[in-house]
């Protein structure tokens, strides 16, 4: 059974950095293509990041681009965002989810998702 | 402003049949076959319940289904039942900046 389970959220002032995880299981995580979607309280869901299997190619929704990093380690299982200069605006549940089909294509799994705070 | 245009609401009672609607531009949704509808329930997280704009993953119920038309996807749900009263969101690849974008959400209401 295919789970994804987000780590990390918490209360951060503006300014502030902040890293969340998701650890992995019951899939070949290296053959994956994962990303983050998030939402704000009461809003839809946005689109923040997406990694390829193998890690080499990234891409950011324009709100983030310069601000977070998206990674993952294959020996942990685990897909990672930093994120840095955070905003209020930022603030959101973050939610892991897997790609199941071409890299463009729907994710067909999440996680519970964390809650980001950025507030002073 | 999203970038896919959904309505905010639309209702149905038991039994009927509904479509909800994602307008976008031929940079996204009419250019592209990456259309995805999600279905979340409050405190939850999505649901994939449409893919590449008419597939189903497994497990999903065939009472719901995917097509295209141009620039607007739509989403059909028949036989509606109480457990389908949920907010719907529709996503795509948008060529304009190699993103993928989603659509501000259509809150399902089941008379």
């Known amino acids: 059974e295919v789970q994804l389970l987000e780590s990390g959220g918490g209360l951060v002032q503006p300014g502030g950095s902040l890293r969340i995880s998701c650890a992995a299981s019951?899939?070949?995580?290296?053959?994956?293509?994962m990303s983050w979607v998030r939402q704000a309280p009461g809003k839809g869901l946005e689109w923040v990041s997406v990694i390829s299997a193998s890690g080499g190619n990234k891409y950011y929704a324009d709100a983030v681009k310069g601000r977070f990093t998206i990674s993952r380690d294959a020996s942990k299982n685990t897909l990672y965002l930093q994120m840095s200069s955070l905003r209020v605006e930022d603030t959101a549940v973050y939610y892991c989810a897997k790609g199941d089909y071409d890299f463009w294509s729907g994710y067909g799994h999440w996680g519970q998702g964390t809650l980001v705070i950025v507030s002073s | 402003q999203s970038a896919l245009t959904q309505p905010a609401s639309v209702s149905g009672s038991p039994g009927q049949s509904i479509t909800i609607s994602c307008t976008g531009t031929s940079n996204d949704v009419g250019g592209y076959k990456y259309v995805s509808w999600y279905q979340q329930h409050p405190g939850k997280a999505p649901k994939l319940m449409i893919y590449d704009v008419n597939n189903r993953p497994s497990g999903v119920s065939s009472r719901f289904s995917g097509s295209k038309s141009g620039n607007t996807a739509s989403l059909t749900i028949s036989g509606l039942q109480a457990e389908d009263e949920a907010d719907y969101f529709c996503s795509s690849y948008t060529s304009t900046t190699a993103r993928v974008v989603f659509g501000g959400g259509t809150k399902l209401t089941v008379l």
């Open positions: 019951g899939f070949t995580f290296s053959s994956s293509v």
